[in-house]
Each structure stands twice: as structure tokens, then as C-alpha cells.
């Protein structure tokens, strides 16, 4: 039975895989994909990204995808599959099989914004996914060793060390995180247990070095203090003032509101807890309850309604959308000191709600941020969901084969979906091929865009640049000029 059981998971772990697989063969190049295509990749490696950055490993990675097609298609389905393992973990629910079906679900509910910027471009995949996976395998160990007394294998020691030095070189908020994050785990665990971990201390120490190597890169001396086309600390008005609205636009925003789906099931598990716990009754629960629901009715009813994301230059907004927000923090963080009664667990969760603060603290003096910077806030926020929902245990609830169906249906909806997007890329290029074959002295052509562009980051070039490269990647003549019509439009 236990053999069937492992067969099992690893046959659902096989049909992530080339769900994928699929998904990243489906995915065309976009927008900076073509750059790093084109001699510029090629120019930054040998530069070692000295005008660039130090995402050493992310932008290694990008150069060799974009020209290696089954490279890309293979380390986009691995690391996907890695980021569903490393969910899976932190569940005590010892059915695999729930835990990555589970997992897989609920990351397909990501924000189309935040999806575009990730799976929907390499360039951004191969930043943010493995610096998120690195950080939360972090995480996952810290919690084990701290408040576990796991006894890892040798094997996940020495994967933590390699995890602690490779977790530096994609993403710089991350890379701050990490070694932030093991400080905190070595100060906590004095705390607890009256004496240091020296693994910890070891994994902080090799964290610290590839934090180094990363911020010696010598572009960061002009983002720190010249300022760079791309990325610069601070604003034109000064760093107070970026703090004041970062914090009260962007983090409201994007920690809160903006993932309002995955907030309002964790809501919903919360508030069942609630329900079947008796104790919990008086002033304690009506502040709970009023808190945890006060955040989607007041994203439905006043921040959509009013289209406040757009609202940002009214101070009182700024600061009503905050003090919402942190009214939500407060009974979220409330209810789970009230209803989660296994001390591990509920230090496990104000761990990762922690790491939450630890994660976007750099991103408040940094400049431009955007979705794709907050795709780590959303797979805690699924962690955090999925050890919810363990501890009530309602996996031994679900139906299999629901959680099965409910899987099927996803990923046919996003295979059909981009399997959409790659047909008609395919077929517009042939088009475009045909045109310039059949009318070569045309001034310009027409194509249409692609389906579903709000899972693609720039799939149509944004400038003369961009579709140079665009033109460069597909085989083009150089200088074609193109105009874009929207999907489904023929232009007489």
C-alpha cells in the first residue's frame, strides 16, 4: 500500500512536470527575452554584468534559455515543480499527493499581473522564481531545525549551504532576505534553546559572502549614489518621502489588495476555525471576525468601486487603504495566536508572516518596483493558506478525486489557453513572412496582437527598439515596420 501511495504522488508529480513543460513551449520570447537574444546578451556576459547587476545566475540562465529551446522548456518545468515541493513541505498533512495538487491549484490563481511578469516572461522567470525558491527552502529549514527539532539528512544540510550562497545571485531583495532572515533564525534560536546553531551560523556566513560578491558588482555604486536609468534608491523628492508612499501605495497595493483571492480563502479557513472553535467568543472574536472581513468589503464596496488604485495622489485614500490594511494585519495576526493551538505551527506561521515584512522591507526605498517584485509575498501567502487548511484538516475531507478534477480543469484551462497564444504567434509570423515575401517595398505591415497579452509581458514590441529585436529573433528583415491591431480585427 505504501509503494501505491508513493507511485501515486510521483505520477502527479510527473503531470506538473509536463504541464510545465507544455506551458513553457507554449510561452513565446518577449520583450527583453528578444534583447537577451540578440549580441547584447552575449556583450553583458562578457562584461561579467558590470554595467549591469548581480543576478549572476538569473541572468547566466536567461542567456543560454533564449537560445536553447529545450534548456528552457526543461529548467522552466524543474523550477516550477520545485516551487510546488517546497509548498508542499510545510504541510503536516501527510498526503503528498493533496499537498502538490493543493499547492498546484492555488498557484494558478496568481494575479494575472504578477503571472505576466513571471511565467509569462524568462527574463523575469528566471529572476524571481528560483530567488523564491531559494528563500523559502530557507524558510522551510529554518522552521524545521527552530521549532521542529527536525533532524534533516546530511544530504538537506548541505543543500541548505548551497541554497544559502546560490539564493544570492537572482533577485537583491532576496539576496538582503536571506541573510537577514538566518540572523533573525540565530538570534531566535539563543532565545529558545540558550545556545547558537552552528548551522545556522554557517549557512548566514555563506549567505554574507554571495551577498558581497552580488553588491560588488560595480553598477550598484551608481544605482546607491548616481542613480541608473533603470534603478535608483530613494526619489527625486527624497527618501522620506519615497518610504511615506511606498508604504501607503505600492505595499497596500500589492500585499494586500491586489491579492485579494488568496487573502479572502485564507479569510475563509480563518473564519470557519472560528466557527467550530466555541472558546473563542466575546470582544476577542468581534474583532477577528470584523477585522479579517473588513479588507474584501472594503476592496469591493470602496477601493474598486472607486477605482482607488488610481487614486494615489489623494493623501486620505493613501492613508485610509493603510490603516484598512493594517486593521486586516492585526486580527489576521490575532487569529492565529487564538485558534492555532500547536505552538510549532503557530510560530511557523508568524515566522512567515514575518519573512512577509522582511521580504518587501527593501523594496520600500527602491525604485521602479512593480507586480513581479511581490510574486514571493504570494507563494507565502499560498504556504501559509495550505498549512491552514492542513491543520484543520480538511484534506481528509476534500474528495480525491475532486482535488483531481479540480487540477484537470486548471490545467486545461491554461494549456488551452497558451497552447491559444502559441498557435496564433506562429501562424501571425508565418503571416508576416508571407506579406514581406509577397510585398517587399511595403512601408509597413499589419499584424494582429496576440490572445490573452495580460499573461505576457509586452508580447507586442513597446518601441522601434524592441521590434527590431522582435524582427532580429523571428528571422526578419531588420528594419520591417509593423502596425498592431488588436486580436480578432482585420484592418481593410
Not at 499537498?99 to 503571472?115: D, G, H, K, Q, R
Not at 511606498?246 to 479569510?267: A, C, E, K, R, S
Not at 494585519?329 to 508572516?353: D, Q, R
Not at 527598439?465 to 526578419?476: A, D, V, W
Request: glycine share 4%; net charge positive; proline share 3%.
Amino acid at each position: 500500500m505504501r509503494m501505491l501511495t508513493i507511485n501515486k504522488t510521483y505520477l502527479i508529480i510527473a503531470g506538473l512536470f509536463i504541464f510545465y513543460i507544455l506551458i513553457g513551449i507554449f510561452t513565446p520570447l518577449t520583450h527583453d527575452d528578444w534583447d537577451w537574444y540578440s549580441q547584447y546578451g552575449i556583450q553583458m556576459l562578457q562584461e561579467r554584468f558590470a554595467n549591469l547587476n548581480g543576478r549572476y545566475l538569473g541572468n547566466m540562465l536567461e542567456i543560454v534559455a533564449v537560445r536553447v529551446d529545450w534548456f528552457r522548456w526543461l529548467t522552466y518545468a524543474v523550477m516550477s515543480t520545485l516551487i510546488l515541493w517546497v509548498i508542499s513541505r510545510f504541510s503536516n498533512h501527510s498526503n503528498d499527493k493533496v499537498n502538490y495538487m493543493l499547492a498546484f491549484v492555488l498557484m494558478l490563481t496568481i494575479p494575472s499581473e504578477i503571472y505576466k511578469q513571471t511565467y509569462g516572461w524568462f527574463a523575469g522567470f528566471y529572476n524571481y522564481v528560483p530567488a523564491t525558491f531559494c528563500a523559502l527552502f530557507i524558510i522551510w529549514y529554518i522552521v524545521s531545525v527552530l521549532f521542529k527539532n527536525s533532524r534533516l539528512s546530511p544530504t538537506l544540510n548541505i543543500v541548505f549551504y548551497v541554497v544559502c550562497f546560490v539564493g544570492q545571485f537572482f533577485m537583491e531583495n532576496t539576496t538582503l532576505f536571506n541573510t537577514m532572515i538566518l540572523f533573525v533564525a540565530i538570534i531566535l534560536h539563543i532565545i529558545l534553546y540558550k545556545k547558537a546553531n552552528p548551522k545556522f551560523i554557517v549557512g548566514m556566513l555563506v549567505s554574507i559572502s554571495g551577498t558581497l560578491i552580488m553588491f560588488l558588482n560595480p553598477n550598484y555604486r551608481k544605482i546607491f549614489f548616481e542613480g541608473s536609468d533603470y534603478q535608483n534608491v530613494s526619489s527625486d523628492t527624497g527618501l522620506i518621502d519615497k518610504v511615506y508612499l511606498t508604504l501607503t501605495t505600492t505595499m497596500p497595493d500589492w500585499l494586500f489588495f491586489n491579492q485579494i483571492v488568496i487573502l479572502m480563502l485564507i479569510i475563509g479557513v480563518l473564519l470557519f476555525m472560528i466557527y467550530r472553535n466555541t472558546s473563542v467568543q466575546g470582544v476577542k472574536k468581534y474583532f477577528i471576525v470584523s477585522g479579517l472581513i473588513l479588507l474584501p468589503v472594503y476592496y469591493f464596496l470602496i477601493y474598486r468601486q472607486f477605482e482607488l488604485q488610481n487614486a494615489h495622489m489623494i493623501t486620505i485614500t493613501n492613508i485610509l487603504n493603510t490603516i484598512v490594511c493594517f486593521a486586516f494585519l492585526c486580527a489576521f495576526i490575532l487569529a492565529i495566536h487564538t485558534l492555532i493551538f500547536e505552538k510549532e505551527v503557530k510560530y511557523t506561521l508568524f515566522f512567515l508572516i514575518g519573512s512577509i515584512i522582511f521580504v518587501s522591507a527593501p523594496l520600500i526605498i527602491v525604485s521602479p518596483i512593480g507586480p513581479r517584485n511581490f510574486y514571493t509575498i504570494y507563494v507565502i501567502y499560498v504556504v501559509i493558506l495550505v498549512i491552514l487548511i492542513s491543520r484543520l484538516e480538511l484534506c481528509h475531507r476534500i474528495s480525491i478525486r475532486g482535488l483531481i478534477g479540480a487540477t484537470v480543469l486548471f490545467a486545461l484551462m491554461y494549456l488551452s489557453a497558451f497552447y491559444f497564444i502559441h498557435h496564433e504567434n506562429e501562424s501571425r509570423i508565418a503571416q508576416l513572412k508571407t506579406d514581406i515575401k509577397a510585398h517587399p517595398k511595403s512601408k509597413e505591415y499589419t499584424m494582429e496582437k496576440l490572445p490573452f497579452e495580460h499573461y505576457l509581458h509586452h508580447a507586442t514590441p513597446t518601441s522601434s527598439k524592441y521590434q527590431k529585436l522582435f524582427n532580429q529573433y523571428e528571422g526578419i528583415p531588420e528594419n520591417t515596420k509593423v502596425k498592431y491591431v488588436p486580436f480578432g480585427t482585420k484592418e481593410n
